[in-house]
């Protein structure tokens, strides 16, 4: 029995990644100005100016990039919260660390994130006033409802962040909510 031929090798899509070692919000050597990926997240050196691309689409940024401060602790100190709130929020705010990047988003993206934030600040604040109202009237349903709309819009705000920090260390912040084009540019880890 005979073999068929073998197919042509195709050479592998070349996908052009950013070697980037952008501008700092802080001096810091230029050797240190780095930033990967890790599957689906970013990992970049803390005050690093990400590259003006939006990060939720890849498409060219509108305006100047958003500086995001970002705080992590460890999840285990989540374990505190059975022994009393107050000491977990003690031990976390001192534990926790910090980290600041600058990104950018398209004109879509902005327009998108202003919305929500004005629509989230517009329920918290109508919930709470209408709680306050609500007091005078004695009316319990009244009062749980707006206790949910008040609630719905901190929620809503929080869920408005541009990214989530997974960890954040000494010298390096690991960032989700990059779109896998964005995150594209950059070389996979162990290749920075």
């Known amino acids: 029995m005979t073999q068929p031929p073998p197919l042509p090798q195709q050479p592998p899509l070349a996908v052009p990644m950013l070697n980037y070692a952008g501008p700092m919000l802080e001096p810091v050597?230029?050797?240190?100005?780095?930033?990967?990926?890790?599957?689906?997240?970013?990992?970049?050196?803390?005050?690093?100016?990400?590259?003006p691309l939006c990060i939720k689409c890849n498409g060219p940024a509108e305006g100047e990039p958003i500086r995001r401060r970002l705080r992590w602790h460890?999840?285990?100190?989540?374990?505190?919260i059975p022994a009393g709130l107050l000491l977990y929020a003690i031990v976390a705010t001192v534990l926790q660390q910090h980290g600041t990047i600058a990104l950018s988003l398209c004109a879509k993206h902005r327009q998108r994130r202003l919305l929500i934030g004005l629509s989230a600040a517009g329920l918290a604040v109508g919930g709470l006033a209408m709680l306050i109202l609500t007091a005078h009237l004695q009316q319990t349903w009244l009062a749980l409802t707006s206790i949910g709309i008040f609630l719905g819009g901190i929620v809503l705000g929080v869920s408005n962040q541009v990214v989530t920090p997974k960890k954040i260390d000494e010298?390096?912040?690991?960032?989700?909510?990059?779109?896998?084009?964005?995150?594209?540019?950059?070389?996979?880890?162990g290749r920075a």
């Open 74 to 80: 460890h999840p285990g100190f989540y374990l505190l």
């Open 29 to 51: 050597p230029a050797e240190q100005q780095v930033v990967w990926r890790d599957g689906k997240v970013l990992v970049a050196r803390k005050l690093l100016v990400l590259p």
């Open 171 to 189: 010298h390096f912040v690991w960032v989700r909510g990059c779109c896998e084009p964005f995150l594209a540019n950059f070389p996979p880890v």
